[in-house]
């Protein structure tokens, strides 16, 4: 017989690159008489017996996904620092210096613990999907759906965070590049070790199939506003697809999903489900974690934070509230002339302190339990407004990227050459996107997806090379731990 602790929050790794049991496995034998399975514990053949069992395993799904080295804060600091936004201040190795400094190499810190925890995550899902599975006859074929959808999503939510930092962008050459070794069975041995990377492409043609029977299964709305932002559902299946359509230059499929969640209209809301649009006040979806402008974020609490070094607040946030490990770069988006002071995103997301430019996004102190906000409705409408530009679509276009501007500032005017032609309007909404979406995570996607390249930084006595979409440090490495593992590589 084995035994699974249900409320054990780390789990250990067989294999750091993608062996993370969910399930903590003890041998039946006479022990058992003298040490009895403590009451936390419970057979594995009776994991599946009761909704309760099995919700609490999925809790732990969410809870792998928001892991500190993964989306409950590293990611989103990588994804931001990559890019140009940003000035390192305290030159701290720990802190992701190398990720800013473009050198990143097989062997550093946060190629190998990213990679560790997102796989760790994808294998937790993948044990929990085969054991839903195998005990189907035991489960309410509605819960059998909805768990079956909730895991699915996440484990598309992991598989794109990863393929588009340690690969090419799907852009680049449709996909063909190498992707990522794409693991979608259960390992609980490291029998199944080596695993050849499939393409990018690949990659997305299974994320795209998880996301789309999430939506399948997934509930229209739960029963309150935390777990509609806490837990996917219909809309969140769709507004991720809105984001990895994107990301693959799909521009008529971005504006198919996001027509599902987005009225033809303005003031846009989405028109079934739960029902998400913009708050009147930006600043209040980063107090109030659970309107309905956010469509999927990481929950934290003060009993359950992210972690040393890992939280938002810390890298972005001026001390006394924040460790200041960055500040905004003046030569960025913060000192661009389309960021006017009259903008609420400026008046109450940036401060002056010792002299450098902050990010306040993220006000808790210390253990920083601000909620990482992973899908804002604030970007599907820029996902939509991009897409429409790129296919001719000018006036709606136009009509969303308006509404996500004027909520911060209602009297700016745009220049008139950055309405009139598919060019200048595509040039607004990513620069909209710079400012709009400022510390969450998106800024080194936007610039692969688009085959910029990452622009030369200079501040605090050290620099950053810019980095062209042909360098090899354009994406980050394999990590050493899956190549001294996986001879299949």
Same mark, same amino acid.
Request: hydrophobic share 40%; proline share 5%; glycine share 6%.
């Given at each position: 017989?084995?035994?699974?602790?249900?409320?054990?929050?780390? &789990?250990?790794?067989?294999?750091?690159?993608?062996?993370?049991?969910?399930?903590?496995?003890?041998?039946?034998?006479?022990?058992?008489?003298?040490?009895?399975?403590?009451?936390? *514990?419970?057979?594995?053949?009776?994991?599946?017996?009761?909704?309760?069992?099995?919700?609490? /395993?999925?809790?732990?799904?969410?809870?792998?996904?928001?892991?500190?080295?993964?989306?409950?804060?590293?990611?989103?600091?990588?994804?931001?620092?990559?890019?140009?936004?940003?000035?390192?201040?305290?030159?701290?190795?720990? !802190?992701?210096?190398?990720?800013?400094?473009?050198?990143?190499?097989?062997?550093?810190?946060?190629?190998?613990?990213?990679?560790?925890?997102?796989?760790?995550?994808?294998?937790?899902?993948?044990?929990?999907?085969?054991?839903?599975?195998?005990?189907?006859?035991?489960?309410?074929?509605?819960?059998?759906?909805?768990?079956?959808?909730?895991?699915?999503?996440?484990?598309?939510? @992991?598989?794109? @965070?990863?393929?588009?930092?340690?690969?090419?962008?799907? $852009?680049?050459?449709?996909?063909?590049?190498?992707?990522?070794?794409?693991?979608?069975?259960?390992?609980?041995? !490291?029998?199944?070790?080596?695993?050849?990377? @499939?393409?990018?492409?690949?990659?997305?043609?299974?994320?795209?199939?998880?996301?789309?029977?999430?939506?399948?299964?997934?509930?229209?709305?739960?029963? !309150?506003?935390?777990?509609? !932002?806490?837990?996917? &559902?219909? $809309?969140?299946?769709?507004?991720?697809?809105?984001?990895?359509?994107?990301?693959?230059?799909?521009?008529?499929?971005?504006?198919?999903?996001?027509?599902?969640?987005?009225?033809?209209?303005?003031?846009?809301?989405?028109?079934?489900?739960?029902? &998400?649009?913009?708050?009147?006040?930006?600043?209040?979806?980063?107090?109030?974690?659970?309107?309905?402008? *956010?469509?999927?974020?990481?929950?934290?609490?003060?009993?359950?934070?992210?972690?040393? /070094?890992?939280?938002?607040?810390?890298?972005?946030?001026?001390?006394?509230?924040?460790?200041?490990?960055?500040?905004?770069?003046?030569?960025?988006?913060?000192?661009?002339?389309?960021?006017?002071?009259?903008?609420?995103?400026?008046?109450?997301?940036?401060?002056?302190?010792?002299? $450098?430019?902050?990010?306040?996004?993220?006000?808790?102190?210390?253990?920083?339990?601000?909620? =990482?906000?992973?899908?804002?409705?604030?970007?599907?409408?820029?996902?939509?407004?991009?897409?429409?530009?790129?296919?001719?679509?000018?006036?709606?276009? =136009?009509?969303?990227?308006?509404?996500?501007?004027?909520? @911060?500032?209602?009297?700016?005017?745009?220049?008139?050459?950055?309405?009139?032609?598919?060019?200048?309007?595509?040039?607004?909404?990513?620069?909209?996107?710079?400012?709009?979406?400022?510390?969450?995570?998106?800024?080194?996607?936007?610039?692969?997806?688009?085959?910029?390249?990452?622009?030369?930084?200079?501040?605090?006595?050290? *620099?950053?090379?810019?980095?062209?979409?042909?360098?090899?440090?354009?994406?980050?490495?394999?990590?050493?731990?899956?190549?001294?593992?996986?001879?299949?590589?």
């Amino acid at each position: 017989m084995k035994n699974i602790n249900i409320k054990a929050r780390k &789990h250990y790794l067989l294999r750091m690159a993608f062996l993370a049991l969910p399930f903590t496995f003890v041998a039946c034998d006479t022990d058992e008489l003298l040490n009895p399975v403590p009451e936390t *514990s419970i057979s594995d053949k009776n994991a599946f017996d009761t909704p309760e069992r099995i919700q609490g /395993q999925v809790n732990g799904l969410y809870d792998a996904v928001k892991n500190g080295q993964f989306y409950g804060g590293r990611l989103v600091v990588y994804n931001e620092i990559r890019g140009e936004e940003y000035i390192n201040r305290l030159t701290n190795g720990v !802190t992701g210096l190398q990720t800013w400094q473009q050198n990143v190499q097989s062997g550093t810190n946060e190629v190998q613990n990213l990679w560790g925890a997102a796989y760790a995550a994808i294998n937790r899902i993948n044990v929990f999907l085969q054991g839903l599975e195998d005990n189907k006859a035991k489960v309410d074929p509605a819960l059998y759906e909805q768990f079956q959808a909730e895991a699915k999503f996440l484990r598309a939510l @992991s598989y794109h @965070s990863l393929v588009t930092l340690y690969a090419k962008p799907f $852009n680049a050459d449709n996909g063909n590049s190498p992707g990522l070794p794409l693991r979608l069975q259960a390992e609980t041995s !490291t029998a199944n070790n080596d695993l050849a990377r @499939s393409s990018v492409s690949q990659v997305y043609t299974q994320i795209l199939k998880d996301l789309n029977e999430a939506e399948a299964g997934l509930p229209a709305t739960y029963a !309150t506003p935390a777990l509609n !932002t806490t837990r996917a &559902h219909k $809309n969140t299946a769709i507004a991720l697809k809105t984001r990895v359509h994107l990301h693959m230059g799909n521009y008529g499929k971005v504006m198919e999903e996001a027509q599902k969640i987005v009225s033809d209209a303005a003031p846009f809301t989405a028109p079934s489900g739960v029902a &998400h649009t913009l708050q009147a006040d930006v600043a209040v979806p980063f107090v109030n974690y659970t309107t309905t402008e *956010s469509v999927f974020s990481m929950p934290m609490s003060d009993l359950d934070a992210p972690g040393t /070094q890992n939280q938002l607040g810390y890298y972005f946030n001026a001390a006394p509230v924040g460790n200041g490990e960055y500040y905004l770069n003046a030569s960025g988006i913060v000192g661009d002339a389309a960021w006017p002071a009259t903008d609420a995103r400026k008046t109450n997301f940036v401060v002056t302190a010792g002299g $450098n430019v902050y990010l306040a996004k993220f006000v808790k102190p210390a253990p920083f339990s601000d909620y =990482v906000p992973v899908i804002r409705y604030s970007e599907v409408l820029l996902n939509y407004a991009e897409a429409a530009a790129r296919t001719n679509n000018l006036v709606k276009a =136009v009509a969303l990227l308006s509404a996500v501007r004027h909520r @911060s500032d209602a009297t700016y005017i745009f220049p008139v050459d950055a309405l009139l032609t598919q060019e200048g309007l595509v040039d607004a909404i990513l620069k909209e996107r710079r400012i709009e979406l400022l510390g969450e995570g998106f800024r080194a996607m936007d610039i692969t997806r688009t085959l910029q390249a990452f622009p030369e930084k200079t501040g605090s006595g050290i *620099s950053a090379p810019a980095v062209a979409p042909t360098s090899t440090d354009y994406v980050w490495p394999m990590p050493n731990s899956e190549l001294a593992t996986n001879k299949a590589l």
